[in-house]
Each structure stands twice: as structure tokens, then as C-alpha cells.
């Protein structure tokens, strides 16, 4: 099992930056491909970016593409979601999730993940 604790969030004036940080702790990181979800209230959660195992593959929506920047550091046990010129629409809550199977797949469903952290708030004004 492993554990996840996300930080970094917090309110931005749109075009603004925010770094998010998650830190895990529990069994071997590197078994774990890593994943950022966020759902907004009244919406399905949904997929913001992964990374594999090495960090050498990384997927994104659409919607964040070119803006948002997902890698890891795997002596720190850490994940790291950069988030660029954001916008409004990227308010929601931000959460971590690990996948146990981050040696076969790098998942962008969030049914994928077994492993969650508590979530943290991004709220972008206009």
C-alpha cells in the first residue's frame, strides 16, 4: 500500500502559475505509474495527466496540453504537477492516485488507480 498527501494548491488570478506536489510513502514508488485527476463540484472527476514509472512517458487531456507539466522525482518518492497559464475552468480539486500496476500501463482512467490522496484545492478567478 502507499500513501499520498498532495500540496501546493490554493487561488490564482487566471494566467497565473501553481506547482502541486505529491508525496508518497509506503511501498517501492517505482512500482507506480502516477496520475493527477481533478473534479470540479457538480462534475465527474477527471484525468489531468500520468507518468510512467521512469517518468519517461507522460500523457495529457487535451484540455491542459501545453500548459500543465507532470514529472516525478524518483529519490524523493515525489510527483509533480506544473500548472501554466490557467484558467478559470481549471478550478477543481486536484488529487494524486498511484496505479499498483505502473510496470505494465500507464492509466488515464481514474478506475485505473487503487491509491488516492486527500485532494487539493485549485481555484483559478477571471
Known amino acids: 500500500q502507499v500513501q499520498l498527501v498532495e500540496s501546493g494548491g490554493g487561488l490564482v488570478q487566471a494566467g497565473g502559475s501553481l506547482r502541486l506536489s505529491c508525496a508518497a510513502s509506503?511501498?517501492?514508488?517505482?512500482?507506480?505509474?502516477m496520475g493527477w485527476f481533478r473534479q470540479a463540484p457538480g462534475k465527474e472527476r477527471e484525468f489531468v495527466a500520468a507518468?510512467?514509472?521512469?517518468?519517461?512517458?507522460?500523457y495529457y487531456a487535451d484540455s491542459v496540453k501545453g500548459r500543465f507539466t507532470i514529472s516525478r522525482d524518483n529519490a524523493k518518492n515525489t510527483v509533480t504537477l506544473q500548472m501554466n497559464s490557467l484558467k478559470p475552468e481549471d478550478t477543481a480539486v486536484y488529487y494524486c492516485a498511484a496505479d499498483r500496476q505502473g510496470r505494465l500501463r500507464v492509466g488515464v482512467n481514474w478506475h485505473e488507480y487503487e491509491y488516492w490522496g486527500q485532494g487539493t484545492q485549485v481555484t483559478v478567478s477571471s
Open positions: 507518468i510512467n514509472w521512469t517518468g519517461g512517458v507522460t
Open positions: 509506503g511501498r517501492t514508488f517505482t512500482n507506480y505509474a
